[in-house]
């Protein structure tokens, strides 16, 4: 697929944007997300792309450390993602200093339709956003 046909196509995310209206300038680290919403967007359509490095920069640095690539890697590269829903964001937004955002991902593994539901922690530092942790319901 061309440069063109990838920012052209609808974003993984579900946005119902293109790729170059939405996810894409983040992926391509052109810009950075103004919201926890969209960085939760942006890792999601890192996991289709199989993008580690931008999975791994936008967790919080304090946890960069401990960050798996392989199993990360494996994880994205071993399931067919199907889509994306945002359930729910709180705070999160352009002025927020930190935000939760609850969403469904649905994947293909082994044939078999799943879905990983995640009520995630974000937070921003220096003007960034980045994902901490899945929050315990």
Same mark, same amino acid.
């Given at each position: 697929?061309?440069?063109?046909?990838?920012?052209?196509?609808?974003?993984?995310?579900?946005?119902?944007? =293109?790729?170059?209206?939405?996810?894409?300038?983040?992926?391509?680290?052109?810009?950075?997300? &103004? +919201?926890? $919403?969209?960085?939760? @967007?942006?890792?999601?359509?890192?996991?289709?792309?199989?993008?580690?490095?931008?999975?791994?920069?936008?967790?919080?640095?304090?946890?960069?450390?401990?960050?798996?690539?392989?199993? =990360?890697?494996?994880?994205?590269?071993?399931?067919?993602?199907?889509?994306?829903?945002?359930? &729910? +964001?709180? $705070?999160?937004?352009? @002025?927020?200093?930190?935000?939760?955002?609850?969403?469904?991902?649905?994947?293909?593994?082994?044939?078999?339709?799943?879905?990983?539901?995640?009520?995630?922690?974000?937070?921003?530092?220096?003007?960034?956003?980045?994902?901490?942790?899945?929050?315990?319901?």
């Amino acid at each position: 697929m061309e440069l063109t046909d990838t920012i052209m196509a609808a974003c993984p995310c579900g946005s119902r944007k =293109t790729t170059g209206e939405c996810c894409g300038p983040f992926l391509a680290r052109d810009a950075l997300p &103004e +919201t926890a $919403e969209q960085l939760m @967007r942006s890792r999601y359509s890192a996991y289709v792309a199989q993008d580690i490095d931008y999975l791994e920069a936008t967790l919080w640095p304090a946890l960069q450390r401990h960050f798996d690539r392989a199993a =990360t890697a494996a994880w994205s590269a071993e399931n067919h993602w199907i889509g994306l829903t945002v359930l &729910e +964001t709180r $705070e999160g937004g352009a @002025r927020d200093s930190r935000g939760t955002v609850r969403f469904i991902a649905r994947y293909l593994a082994g044939g078999e339709l799943r879905e990983h539901r995640e009520h995630s922690l974000f937070r921003r530092k220096a003007g960034r956003w980045y994902y901490v942790e899945a929050l315990k319901d």
